[in-house]
């Protein structure tokens, strides 16, 4: 494997241990507040990830079969314990494929963050199976046909509720701040 590709399979690696990290601490409940904007950041970051995955050429593993990793890991304690730090914001309206079609579709944030999180561990196996081009590979294929447009939703999500979050602010309110400011 070449030095580039071995720069990038631990710079993912890293990357996609520290999404895990955060995502298990927010569906941990133990930070509600901090919830929102440490999954926008864990989200952005996993998306640089997959965009430096998307932008090189096709990582081909060494086998034409992916070697048995072990068990998937079970998402689902995790997906529900995203649901419920994300009640009444988890579902949301999306689009099947914005390229070639304007059906609408529903979504779920906490099912799109533990989507991921699945993807991520899968290649971490591999990677701690000491197969960095499997991890690689995987990592790559899953980007582009599944987690990278999971992201992509989360992301406008998350930035869509933060932005509600800090801008939708009652008008007397803002405007006593305004003159508050203005007039110390």
């Known amino acids: 494997m070449s030095d580039d590709l071995t720069a990038l399979a631990a710079e993912s690696a890293q990357d996609a241990r520290m999404y895990l990290e955060t ?13 929102i904007p440490l999954c926008l950041l864990a989200v952005s970051q996993i998306q640089l990830m997959g965009a430096r995955l998307g932008a090189i050429e096709d990582v081909v593993p060494d086998e034409r079969f992916e070697p ?3 068990p998937d890991a079970d998402i689902d304690a995790l997906r529900n314990s995203l649901a419920q ?17 304007r059906e609408l579709t529903t979504g779920s944030l906490s099912n799109d ?7 991520l561990r899968h290649g971490l196996a591999h990677l701690d199976a000491d197969r960095p081009v499997e991890a690689l590979w995987w990592w790559q294929f899953s980007y582009l ?5 999971r992201a992509a939703a989360a992301l406008r999500v998350l930035q869509s509720i933060l932005a509600h979050i800090r801008l939708d602010a009652d008008a007397d309110t803002v405007a006593e701040a305004e003159f508050d400011a203005l007039h110390p």
């Open 68 to 70: 048995d990793s072990g």
């Open 85 to 101: 730090m994300f009640d009444g914001l988890d579902d949301y309206a999306d689009l099947v494929d914005p390229v070639v079609s």
């Open 113 to 119: 963050l533990a989507e991921i999180a699945a993807s």
């Open 145 to 149: 046909s599944d987690w990278g447009e």
């Open 23 to 35: 995502v298990t601490d927010v569906a941990s409940g133990d930070s509600p507040d901090s919830a």
